[in-house]
């Protein structure tokens, strides 16, 4: 008999795990989402909804001989999986791959495909009819999605709110941010740093009003909708029993170089809720790749275990299909042509379309 491993969440990193040991493991993908969510495309999603249908990709032909199960983890101690359906589960090998929440629009928070395209229809069309746009928050999400709104309505008056004092915090090269800061003048994308806002907006995020907010260094900002673009956390709510003891302080779970969760021998962690690396589906994919190979070699019983090198600060920063810029795995800054071909023209759907054995 194979022995049975379950992969809690079916996000960049899990579908990695579940496909790369469908052979040579009974493989069990819990998800509660009834697609897998490229979020990668979110952001254009919003401005261009002819993009959804590759924003949400079936689970389908992912795998062979292993199951999608269509439920959430509620209770894991390290040895039990409790499901929210009340199914237990007690696999020879637990994978946790349950990734990051992050608001609106920048990831999805709708479990159903038909809810999600819905809530992002209605976004579209909020945002069609402002004239202004407040985005909170200049890091790679508000820069991401301001350049986005600019591509697509360059009439549109946006302006980013960050209390930082400067745009994209994070390891990059100063020349990287400038390089940003150049194109965001040439778009008319205006800047309110260092300041955050002495009261909240009085509009939902999102929602189509006009308000005015004040900035604590005086500016008056006033627009017909507002987006809140940082707040990520990790989600391991689920956590539990023994399990808890590798549960940092904010929510991420602690892991060996080999990513098992420290404590477990059969169990292990990868993607946004490790703590051993950035947040970034390019790592949660190379690390489904770490991960499949320790479990088979535990399986094959042939002892070296890989491990993971964390990575070299890398960043593909679109503004809009063809501007933005980049850091590079070589240091180098990229072009708005190199940053469009890896990711502003097709928001890299294709690779995960191949990942999903969905090419045809
Ligand atoms: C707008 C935006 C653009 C981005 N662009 C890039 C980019 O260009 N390149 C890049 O490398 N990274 C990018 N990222 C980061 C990237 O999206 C994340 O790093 C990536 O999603 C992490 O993958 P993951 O597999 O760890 O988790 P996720 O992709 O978050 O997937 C986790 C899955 O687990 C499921 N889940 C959650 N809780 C449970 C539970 N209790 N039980 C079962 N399942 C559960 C969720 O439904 C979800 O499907 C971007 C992020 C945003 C927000």
Redesign the pocket.
């Given at each position: 008999m194979k022995p049975t491993v379950v992969v809690?969440?079916?996000?960049?990193?899990?579908i990695g795990v579940a496909k790369a040991l469908d052979e040579a493991a009974d493989v069990v993908l819990?998800?509660?989402?009834d697609a897998f969510?490229h979020?990668?495309a979110?952001?254009r999603s919003v401005v261009q909804p002819d993009f959804l249908p590759r924003m949400f990709l079936p689970y389908d032909h992912l795998l062979k001989n292993g199951t999608v199960l269509r439920d959430?983890?509620?209770r894991v101690d390290g040895h039990t999986v409790e499901l929210a359906s009340g199914t237990r589960l007690t696999p020879d090998y637990l994978v946790l791959?349950?990734?990051?929440s992050?608001p609106f629009p920048?990831?999805s928070d709708q479990s159903a495909t038909v809810d999600a395209v819905a809530k992002y229809q209605a976004a579209h069309d909020n945002l069609k009819r402002a004239d202004s746009v407040m985005l909170l928050g200049a890091g790679?999400?508000g820069l991401?999605f301001a350049g986005e709104i600019a591509a697509a309505w360059p009439d549109k008056d946006i302006v980013l709110v960050d209390v930082a004092p400067d745009i994209l915090p994070g390891p990059y090269d100063p020349r990287l941010r400038e390089e940003i800061t150049r194109q965001l003048d040439e778009l008319g994308i205006r800047r309110n740093l260092g300041s955050p806002l002495v009261q909240p907006a009085p509009t939902r995020a999102g929602e189509f009003g006009r308000f005015t907010v004040a900035t604590s260094d005086g500016t008056v900002i006033e627009a017909d909708i507002w987006f809140r673009c940082y707040g990520i956390a990790p989600?391991t709510d689920?956590v539990a029993g023994e399990l808890l003891a590798a549960r940092t302080h904010d929510g991420y779970l602690e892991v060996t170089p080999e990513l098992r969760v420290a404590g477990f021998d059969n169990v292990y962690a990868?993607?946004?809720?490790s703590n051993i690396d950035v947040?970034?589906?390019?790592?949660?994919g190379r690390q489904a790749a770490v991960v499949a190979t320790n479990i088979q070699a535990q399986i094959n019983g042939s002892g070296e275990l890989a491990e993971w090198s964390p990575s070299r600060p890398v960043i593909?920063l679109p503004l809009g299909p063809r501007g933005g810029s980049g850091q590079l795995p070589d240091g180098e800054i990229a072009s708005s042509e190199a940053i469009s071909r890896i990711?502003g023209q097709d928001m890299?759907v294709d690779r995960y379309v191949q990942m999903l054995n969905l090419g045809g």
């Amino acid at each position: 008999m194979k022995p049975t491993v379950v992969v809690v969440g079916g996000g960049y990193g899990g579908i990695g795990v579940a496909k790369a040991l469908d052979e040579a493991a009974d493989v069990v993908l819990v998800e509660p989402k009834d697609a897998f969510v490229h979020n990668i495309a979110a952001l254009r999603s919003v401005v261009q909804p002819d993009f959804l249908p590759r924003m949400f990709l079936p689970y389908d032909h992912l795998l062979k001989n292993g199951t999608v199960l269509r439920d959430r983890a509620t209770r894991v101690d390290g040895h039990t999986v409790e499901l929210a359906s009340g199914t237990r589960l007690t696999p020879d090998y637990l994978v946790l791959a349950s990734g990051s929440s992050y608001p609106f629009p920048a990831k999805s928070d709708q479990s159903a495909t038909v809810d999600a395209v819905a809530k992002y229809q209605a976004a579209h069309d909020n945002l069609k009819r402002a004239d202004s746009v407040m985005l909170l928050g200049a890091g790679a999400v508000g820069l991401e999605f301001a350049g986005e709104i600019a591509a697509a309505w360059p009439d549109k008056d946006i302006v980013l709110v960050d209390v930082a004092p400067d745009i994209l915090p994070g390891p990059y090269d100063p020349r990287l941010r400038e390089e940003i800061t150049r194109q965001l003048d040439e778009l008319g994308i205006r800047r309110n740093l260092g300041s955050p806002l002495v009261q909240p907006a009085p509009t939902r995020a999102g929602e189509f009003g006009r308000f005015t907010v004040a900035t604590s260094d005086g500016t008056v900002i006033e627009a017909d909708i507002w987006f809140r673009c940082y707040g990520i956390a990790p989600q391991t709510d689920y956590v539990a029993g023994e399990l808890l003891a590798a549960r940092t302080h904010d929510g991420y779970l602690e892991v060996t170089p080999e990513l098992r969760v420290a404590g477990f021998d059969n169990v292990y962690a990868l993607g946004d809720i490790s703590n051993i690396d950035v947040n970034k589906a390019g790592v949660a994919g190379r690390q489904a790749a770490v991960v499949a190979t320790n479990i088979q070699a535990q399986i094959n019983g042939s002892g070296e275990l890989a491990e993971w090198s964390p990575s070299r600060p890398v960043i593909i920063l679109p503004l809009g299909p063809r501007g933005g810029s980049g850091q590079l795995p070589d240091g180098e800054i990229a072009s708005s042509e190199a940053i469009s071909r890896i990711k502003g023209q097709d928001m890299m759907v294709d690779r995960y379309v191949q990942m999903l054995n969905l090419g045809g």
